[in-house]
T-cell receptor, first 114, second 111 residues
């Protein structure tokens, strides 16, 4: 199994600002993903973080709003840009060793935008 | 487009009861199916992973089955305990490698 840490664990931010969330894994993984969980909802995939290239975004999510970096096989960042109260959610990093393998989740970052 | 549905949305049972949570998916072309547990305000804990070629997996009091052709999975919890109270999420990994989640079943086990 993979141990995943996320920073920060929670934050309260002002409207119009940006927040960068870090995800660190204790072992090299092929696949890294970012999910959003809005209050009372299930998880929605934001994007797949690709090492050394641009992330692959799901419908409804764009790079200008959610820029993602993945410089190596154990680290990724997600930035939530120009935040509005609608961005208040839990953001979760997820990893898998390879395509058919078990997927693991970090503890999440609870973001509140005021 | 893959869609995952979980029934019921919420379930309340007395301690000691055996229970079944249901999950259905629309596209049978999947790599695997995972069941997760989420406690309030917490991240996800993986409970069971069933590969597309498998019919069931067991871990302790938990048993998950998969019928890929009919697009269904069940999570069976034996002898439920108050500590089992949580939201249970079913997720299928599509051919594109994406994990698609259902809306979850919120389980409450009363002492």
């Amino acid at each position: 199994s993979a141990v995943i840490s996320q920073k920060p664990s929670r934050d309260i931010c002002q409207r119009g600002t940006s927040l960068t969330i870090q995800c660190q894994v204790d072992s090299q993984v092929t696949m890294m993903f970012w999910y959003r969980q809005q209050p009372g909802q299930s998880l929605t995939l934001i994007a797949t973080a690709n090492q050394g290239s641009e992330a692959t975004y799901e419908s409804g999510f764009v790079i200008d709003k959610f820029p993602i970096s993945r410089p190596n096989l154990t680290f990724s960042t997600l930035t939530v840009s120009n935040m509005s109260p609608e961005d208040s959610s839990i953001y979760l990093c997820s990893v898998a060793t390879d395509l058919g393998y078990e997927q693991y989740f970090g503890p999440g970052t609870r973001l509140t935008v005021t | 487009k893959q869609e995952v549905t979980q029934i019921p949305a919420a379930l309340s049972v007395p301690e000691g009861e055996n229970l079944v949570l249901n999950c259905s998916f629309t596209d049978s072309a999947i790599y695997n199916l995972q069941w997760f547990r989420q406690d309030p305000g917490k991240g996800l804990t993986s409970l069971l992973l069933i590969q597309s070629s498998q019919r069931e997996q067991t871990s302790g009091r938990l048993n998950a089955s998969l019928d890929k052709s009919s697009g269904r999975s069940t999570l069976y919890i034996a002898a439920s305990q108050p500590g089992d109270s949580a939201t249970y999420l079913c997720a299928v990994k599509s051919q594109g490698g994406k994990l698609i989640f259902g809306q979850g079943t919120e389980l409450s086990v009363k002492p």
